[in-house]
């Protein structure tokens, strides 16, 4: 079972040029990438096309209440 993780990527808008960056919880980095745009979409008032997703910047494991950055996480 893969353990859930926080995944950062780094992402465009197409149509503004603006960068920024966002994170989501997924099992893997496949999914985390899969689902990532559509939220993003959401967040800017976008369409889904109109994100260019970018590279992943961190993956963070969750410890107590705080999440940490987990070199090893690669998956």
Not at 5 to 10: E, H, I
Not at 14 to 23: I, P, V
Not at 47 to 69: C, M, Q, R, T
């Given at each position: 079972m893969n353990e859930t993780l926080r995944y950062t990527?780094?992402?465009?808008?197409?149509?503004?040029?603006?960068?920024?960056?966002?994170?989501?919880?997924?099992?893997?980095?496949?999914?985390?990438?899969?689902?990532?745009?559509?939220?993003?979409?959401?967040?800017?008032?976008?369409?889904e096309d109109d994100i260019e997703l970018g590279e992943l910047i961190n993956i963070s494991k969750k410890v107590g209440d705080n999440y940490i950055a987990c070199e090893g996480c690669a998956s």
């Amino acid at each position: 079972m893969n353990e859930t993780l926080r995944y950062t990527f780094a992402y465009t808008v197409k149509s503004t040029g603006e960068r920024s960056e966002m994170s989501v919880m997924a099992g893997s980095k496949e999914v985390a990438a899969e689902i990532i745009s559509s939220r993003i979409a959401d967040i800017e008032f976008t369409e889904e096309d109109d994100i260019e997703l970018g590279e992943l910047i961190n993956i963070s494991k969750k410890v107590g209440d705080n999440y940490i950055a987990c070199e090893g996480c690669a998956s």
